[in-house]
């Protein structure tokens, strides 16, 4: 079974950036007499894009919301997350590599709950900009994970840009951190390798396959392990 294409979740599978955004809510949040610990954050926002995030928010506390409302917290979200990574912010162990190695060989896709400016702002950050061939953000779809649309869009666009590739979602392997991404990914009928930088591998206990880190992994390897499924 050949690899058809690598589709990457971006917060806590690229870069480690998930107490990031944690920080830029905090932030907006806290001006309105409110707050979130990091453990209710894991547990009920992450993996949801923005407006997701602000509408459970208001949902939580009972607050009525509108449209403008919500935006003004996006945008003043962006601005607080734009200043925690000119802090810094870093790659994950292996992801360097095996997006370089990937890059040229394989079409390779970010698939993320983030918003584009947030996710080009990063890439641009950790100098990996331009070696992807799309980049689906949280911003660009109606529903967000653990609803498929933005992996099959990723799908969608790869196999526009390489109509000889003949893409097969089946051949295509996500790599998630999150119970949402993964049925995202698994809903738009891709193979799941998870990585527990989020999460315990019990948490992702419904991906294909599950490493503790993406150091050593390589397209072989990969492509290794989809085959491994057909035999």
Not at 138 to 154: F, H, I, M, S, T
Not at 176 to 192: C, F, H, N, Q
Not at 195 to 201: G, I, L, Q
Request: charged share 25%; hydrophobic share 45%; net charge negative.
């Amino acid at each position: 079974m050949q690899l058809s294409a690598v589709i990457f979740d971006f917060d806590g599978v690229l870069v480690d950036t998930e107490r990031l955004h944690w920080g830029a809510v905090c932030d907006v949040i806290r001006p309105l007499d409110r707050d979130i610990k990091w453990e209710a954050y894991l547990a009920t926002l992450v993996g949801f894009n923005d407006r997701e995030t602000f509408e459970i928010l208001h949902r939580e506390w009972g607050v009525d919301y509108d449209e403008t409302n919500i935006q003004f917290l996006i945008d003043a979200k962006a601005r607080f997350f734009a200043d925690h990574v000119d802090r810094g912010v870093q790659l994950y162990p292996g992801v360097d590599a095996l997006v370089r190695a990937l890059a040229g060989c394989v079409p390779v896709a970010v698939c993320s709950g983030a918003s584009r400016a947030d996710i080009e702002a990063v890439l641009a950050r950790v100098d990996l900009d331009g070696l992807f061939d799309v980049i689906i953000a949280g911003d660009e779809v109606r529903c967000g994970k653990p609803a498929p649309e933005g992996y099959r869009l990723a799908i969608d666009r790869l196999s526009e840009r390489q109509p000889d590739a003949h893409l097969e979602p089946a051949r295509c392997v996500a790599i998630e951190d999150t119970p949402t991404g993964i049925l995202a990914a698994r809903a738009a009928g891709t193979k799941v390798l998870a990585v527990t930088n989020t999460f315990s591998d019990t948490e992702l206990s419904e991906a294909t396959w599950i490493v503790n880190e993406l150091s050593g992994m390589t397209p072989a390897a990969l492509a290794t392990m989809l085959n491994r499924l057909s035999d």
